[in-house]
């Protein structure tokens, strides 16, 4: 699995945590066009084909041996972050019921 997630690296998005290649831009061009309806998200990989996969196998095809690696990820990359804003809990984004039937 690990080969397969490519991480969302350090130049990102300020608002939505999407990669950027602008290191001066705070922000990706949808949310400087866009007014967007939360604060702020922190995105620890890229959401490619591979990735979808393997969140899907994670919530939905009992892989919880991801944790450890998202978890390893999470705080090597966010850890300071979390400490810093006093986070008291990290929730997955849900996948809604039309969504998972094009995975089954
Ligand atoms: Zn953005």
New binding site residues.
């Given amino acids: 699995m690990q080969e397969k997630i490519k991480l969302a690296g350090k130049v990102v998005?300020l608002?939505?945590g999407?990669p950027i290649k602008d290191e001066r831009a705070e922000?990706?061009e949808?949310?400087a066009r866009i007014k967007r309806q939360f604060t702020q998200v922190k995105a620890l990989y890229q959401y490619t084909k591979d990735m979808k996969e393997s969140m899907y196998r994670f919530k939905y095809g009992n892989r919880r041996c991801y944790a450890k690696t998202f978890a390893k990820h999470s705080i090597h990359y966010y850890g300071d972050w979390i400490k810093d804003n006093k986070i008291e809990a990290i929730i997955p984004v849900p996948m809604y019921k039309e969504k998972k039937k094009t995975w089954i």
């Fill in positions: 998005c608002k939505c999407t922000l990706c949808n949310c």
